[in-house]
């Protein structure tokens, strides 16, 4: 791409023009938006935990064959994004919904961090679920939800993955693959209160699992509703379907405008880009704020 053209796709005076004039926003975050709050996205190269490649923790035939396994993995999860904060980013985003009726946001994430930051509930879908919400695992022959829960450790069995690290230098034992875990039995684990038969698991979409149907129709119905005028990918390589979809699906040739903003943006992301497009590489924590100063002004955040 010749220099004089990324210019254009760099410009963040044009962002800001094309920003203004947009009522109908559309936004897709993956897991590099929480980076800046310090959680990892186990995914890629460094998506491993106790040398288990977590994609293959995250399905429902592993919870079956060692739910005590995994359980450790997203109580571990749990853990640290009880421990983080939401950013600059989390905060820009739920002040953008504030001020723009016609926003609306899907995330991939399920640390919870969009909600801490108030994001209004009315324009995010999470489209992976939450750590936070729990189910039976008889679902959906059993009905049973806890939408919101924060316990730390959810049991006891699951204390360790709450253990706080004393000494830096070392890793953790639950995170040293060289120290054995002790096995933990299923009846150690929470079962569900309703059936009484079933294990709670958490309320996230595991690989070879559904999104919730009822959500996919309310973000296709909305996307169908008008125009839109912009697209903004954020912290994600637009890997993971149907998340990844959402910016072509819908994008009005001609009007509506595709914005990039992530740590990296390779040279096919580049090549891909179409008169009206944007790309910003960096933090999105650090870039969100600036990039929608002109619609939420200067951000507030809350005092530590």
């Not at 060692?66 to 983080?84: C, E, I, K, T």
């Not at 819908?250 to 595709?258: K, M």
């Amino acid at each position: 791409m010749a220099a004089a053209s990324r210019a254009a796709f760099t410009s963040i005076p044009l962002f800001h023009e094309k920003l203004l004039k947009s009522n109908r926003i559309l936004a897709v975050c993956g897991a590099g938006l929480s980076a800046a709050s310090g959680l990892p996205t186990f995914r890629g190269a460094g998506g491993l935990w106790r040398n288990h490649n977590a994609i293959d923790i995250a399905t429902p035939e592993a919870f079956e064959a060692n739910p005590g396994l995994v359980w450790l993995f997203y109580a571990y999860r749990r853990h640290m994004a009880l421990q983080a904060k939401p950013n600059p980013a989390h905060y820009a985003l739920a002040e953008l919904a504030r001020k723009k009726s016609g926003f609306r946001c899907l995330s991939q994430n399920v640390d919870n961090l969009h909600v801490r930051a108030h994001h209004p509930p009315a324009q995010l879908s999470l489209l992976h679920g939450s750590l936070f919400s729990l189910r039976c695992s008889n679902s959906p022959t059993c009905k049973w939800t806890d939408p919101y829960n924060t316990a730390d450790p959810l049991c006891p069995a699951l204390s360790p993955a709450s253990e706080s690290n004393l000494d830096p230098t070392k890793p953790l034992p639950l995170l040293d693959p060289s120290k054995p875990l002790a096995e933990i039995p299923a009846s150690e684990l929470p079962h569900c209160p309703e059936c009484k038969t079933g294990l709670v698991r958490p309320g996230v979409v595991w690989f070879g699992e559904n999104l919730d149907e009822k959500m996919l129709d309310d973000i296709d119905a909305w996307i169908e509703r008008g125009e839109v005028d912009m697209v903004l990918v954020i912290g994600t390589s637009s890997f993971v379907y149907p998340a990844a979809g959402y910016a072509e699906r819908a994008r009005t040739e001609g009007r509506t405008s595709v914005v990039s903003v992530n740590l990296e943006i390779t040279g096919k992301d580049w090549g891909r880009m179409r008169e009206g497009d944007f790309g910003f590489e960096g933090d999105a924590a650090v870039l969100l704020p600036e990039l929608l100063g002109p619609v939420i002004g200067e951000l507030e955040l809350p005092v530590e």
